[in-house]
């Protein structure tokens, strides 16, 4: 008896539920346009639904050269002219779960927000996901209007759009318009927009309060894409480039710092009373091209000071490693010749350079290891020695070049000098800088954020050429992570790149150039623009950026290109 009863009450409670998970409610909803308007406008309104329904639709001040053709108004209305329509929305209640996949970023930001923001935040559809939604559609073309889910009429009651003009509201006794901008007026001066124009400028002290310092190597981004944080240096859009690391430093980092926001990079460390200053710089082999190009030999300059911190004399040995990639069946090892106060590292067999160390007072290990096993990367290291007094220091040059150089490049590789290759960096960047828009605000470290963004986009491409019509142009997300071929990311180079620093600062051509690669890479036979992921955001992003280049330098050139 027992186990029929509560068979009985099991059943019950399955007809109960499925009875009320099949029944509708129902929600008044007034629709009206035209405020603010001063004068009259024409107005496409069209009602759509999902996962609900529309019924018992009325019209009010409809003027009778408007038409009204089921779910479609099109009418005239603004200065003293408000239209406005009522209808029923039929819907099935539901439980709303919001969303259990939060991005930590989304966390971090409800996490340290205002009560007031949070509660927004937490009423947003794409935190309470719910796909019963009305949408109001403002033109044929589907492009225009707003969409508003169950969940939020039901919570929020009454949505004002001042842009569409439009205001919506829902509920048997319906907030009349004006009574909704009087409540609205608690929060007049306290959009950000409001803040920023009333407030007195930022400061960089004020930012570093609240961030921290990304720069540090002790930073590591939960979400970091290997191989790390690196700075990437070389020239304008050179296929060689270097990757400066500072993974494991954090115990020994004293600073690193740009010369002026350009890309000589200084970073200092102590070690076991002894401190280390290294300044590098990228510099073409042959000097500056006189056209871009990006299939020119490159160097990575390095000049090494040494300090010893201590009160008595000592030796120092400074170990320098070494890893290259061959042939596996290769039976390559390091060998080193001296010439005047420079040591030059070679590859046994082909004689190719490896690097060049030039100082005086320097002594080579003849006992240096090298690896001589017959696999793909092989690894060396030079050990350089030398005697340091009280508070005395040594400096010395390492010349690493990319590619590895043949035998006859020996000598230009030793003569490259470190202070006129600098003083020939710093012009080359300062001038690229000046031909741009200026930007000037009192902190200086701002400042050469402004400079060091635009040397950052151009060391990014590889170009496999110079001028020449379609040449061919690879567009990395990053010269350390990702694919280094093709232009696989268009919306991230089109916006923050192209248009955000090229165009935005006046070099035109550069945005250009890298547009017309992009279509030329990616333009599918419909006309859409392809990418890694094959975001839906690529065609349009890239249409808006096109329209922008055009906007900004008026090149119809670039637009007939395009087209064609």
């Known amino acids: 008896m027992t186990r029929i009863t509560l068979l009985a009450i099991i059943y019950g409670f399955i007809i109960t539920v499925a009875l009320a998970a099949g029944s509708k409610e129902d929600l008044k909803v007034s629709l009206s346009w035209g405020h603010e308007s001063r004068r009259s406008t024409p107005y496409y309104i069209k ?16 003027e009778p050269n408007d038409n009204v053709t089921g779910n479609v108004l099109t009418t005239h209305a603004g200065g003293s002219d408000i239209d406005s329509v009522d209808f029923t929305l039929r819907y099935t209640p539901r439980q709303i779960k919001t969303i259990g996949n939060l991005h930590s970023i989304w966390l971090d930001l409800i996490a340290h927000s205002d009560a007031e923001t949070v509660r927004r935040l937490k009423q947003d559809p794409a935190y309470r996901p719910d796909s019963r939604k009305l949408t109001v559609q403002m033109d044929k073309t589907g492009i ?20 569409l003009g439009i205001y919506l509201t829902v ?29 007195p400028e930022a400061t960089y002290e004020q930012y570093t309060e609240r961030w921290e310092d990304m720069g540090n190597p002790a930073y590591e981004n939960p979400h970091m894409v290997t191989p790390g944080h690196i700075v990437g240096i070389t020239w304008d859009s050179a296929l060689h480039k270097f990757g400066i690391d500072r993974k494991g430093m954090q115990e020994f980092w004293k600073e690193q710092k740009l010369e002026n926001g350009l890309p000589v990079i200084t970073t200092t460390i102590e070690q076991d009373g002894l401190c280390y200053e290294v300044e590098q710089f990228a510099y073409p082999l042959n000097g500056p091209p006189k056209e871009r190009r990006g299939d020119i030999a490159m160097v990575l300059l390095q000049k090494v000071r040494i300090t010893n911190l201590q009160d008595h004399t000592r030796n120092v040995s400074v170990n320098m490693h070494h890893r290259r990639e061959f042939a596996s069946t290769e039976p390559s090892k390091i060998i ?17 350079i490896f690097y060049a160390v030039e100082g005086s007072g320097l002594k080579q290990d003849p006992e240096q290891p090298d690896d001589k096993k017959k696999t793909r990367w092989k690894n060396f ?35 490259l000098n470190f202070v006129k290759s600098r003083e020939a960096t710093l012009k080359f960047w300062a001038d690229y800088v000046s031909l741009g828009a200026q930007f000037q605000v009192p902190e200086k470290v701002v400042n050469d954020l402004y400079r060091a963004n635009l040397w950052h986009a151009l060391r990014l491409p590889r170009r496999h050429g110079g001028k020449d019509e ?12 990702y694919d280094q071929h093709g232009t696989p ?7 923050y790149v192209d248009y955000m620093i090229y165009g935005l600062r006046g070099y035109n051509d550069i945005a250009k150039d890298e547009l017309l690669t992009m279509y030329r890479n990616n ?8 990418g890694y992921a094959n975001w839906g955001v690529y065609t349009p992003s890239m249409v808006y950026v096109v329209a922008k280049n055009y906007l900004l330098s008026g090149d119809r050139d670039m637009l007939s290109r395009i087209r064609d």
């Not at 005047?340 to 070679?346: G, H, R, S, T």
């Not at 508070?391 to 003569?415: C, G, H, T, W, Y």
């Not at 379609?470 to 010269?479: A, E, R």
């Not at 333009?523 to 392809?530: R, V």
């Open 489 to 495: 990311w268009p919306v991230n180079q089109a916006v």
């Open 381 to 415: 290291e030079t050990v350089l020695t030398f005697d340091l007094t009280k508070n005395a220091n040594q400096e010395f040059v390492v010349k690493l070049p990319s590619p590895m150089l043949l035998p006859q490049d020996r000598d230009k590789l030793i003569n």
């Open 171 to 199: 509920g048997d006794s319906p907030i009349s318009f004006t009574d909704h901008l009087k409540k609205l007026e608690a929060y007049k001066g306290k959009s950000i927009l409001e803040q920023l124009r009333r407030e």
């Open 523 to 530: 333009q599918q036979p419909d006309g859409c623009i392809s």
């Open 336 to 352: 080193w010749r001296s010439k005047d106060n420079a040591f030059v590292f070679e590859e046994s067999v082909s004689h190719k």
């Open 470 to 481: 379609g040449v061919k142009i690879d567009l990395p997300y990053s010269n350390f992570a």
């Open 144 to 163: 225009k209007g707003f969409s508003v889910t169950v969940d939020q009429m039901l919570k929020n009651k009454a949505f004002w759009i001042p842009s």
């Open 47 to 62: 009602l759509l639904v999902e996962g609900a329904g529309i019924q018992d639709i009325e019209t009010h001040d409809i």
